[in-house]
């Protein structure tokens, strides 16, 4: 897992990418975006102007948003009414259009009215498409447990088993090895669960 410092710099090098295209600042709600810049996998949303500090409002766990966030302003999620003066966002302000619901982009419409909300999505993609050496030794790590467990798998495959069986050995097993069971994609409508164990 990344540490402060890691989403530091991604926060860093966000802004310094909204700045060049002109945009004031980002709005973050899809949660793996959220806890990409962040370090944290609450419910909630952050902002984050291309200059500044950014802010984490959070529905729960707020306590544990503050231990884990590299974000230094993490505060309860507000009433409606109060959200246009605790973000103070204006001007145009990049969200990822591909991966929020056209209606909780229109909510946010209402909720800031100085803010102009365009599609910002593609800047983070960008961005996390060139990873860094503790992203780069996340993966191998994950790749090392992963072949772990295949490797295992000669060990309890036997002759009978059933699909089904063999599949939930394999999925406890990626589980027990750190495995949370969802991979996340962000195309619509695009869903996987965590494997499947067929034979012909």
Request: aromatic share 6%; hydrophobic share 45%; charged share 25%.
């Amino acid at each position: 897992m990344a540490d402060r410092q890691e989403h530091l710099s991604r926060i860093s090098r966000y802004q310094a990418s909204l700045a060049e295209r002109g945009l004031a600042g980002a709005l973050l709600l899809n949660a793996v975006d959220v806890f990409y810049l962040s370090g944290t996998r609450q419910n909630g949303a952050l902002f984050l102007p291309a200059a500044g500090a950014p802010v984490l409002l959070v529905r729960k766990s707020l306590a544990r948003a503050k231990a884990e966030s590299a974000v230094e302003d993490v505060r309860p999620f507000p009433a409606s009414r109060d959200l246009a003066a605790a973000l103070r966002a204006s001007g145009r302000i990049g969200a990822a259009f591909e991966a929020v619901p056209a209606a909780t982009l229109e909510w946010w419409r209402r909720q800031l009215p100085d803010a102009e909300l365009v599609d910002g999505g593609l800047l983070l993609r960008e961005q996390r498409s060139v990873k860094s050496a503790a992203e780069i030794e996340t993966m191998r790590e994950g790749s090392r447990r992963i072949c772990g467990v295949f490797a295992g798998i000669p060990s309890f495959l036997r002759s009978g088993m059933r699909e089904v069986d063999l599949s939930a050995e394999i999925e406890g097993r990626l589980r027990r090895a750190g495995n949370e069971g969802v991979p996340r994609l962000r195309a619509f409508n695009a869903e996987l669960f965590i494997g499947l164990a067929v034979a012909g």
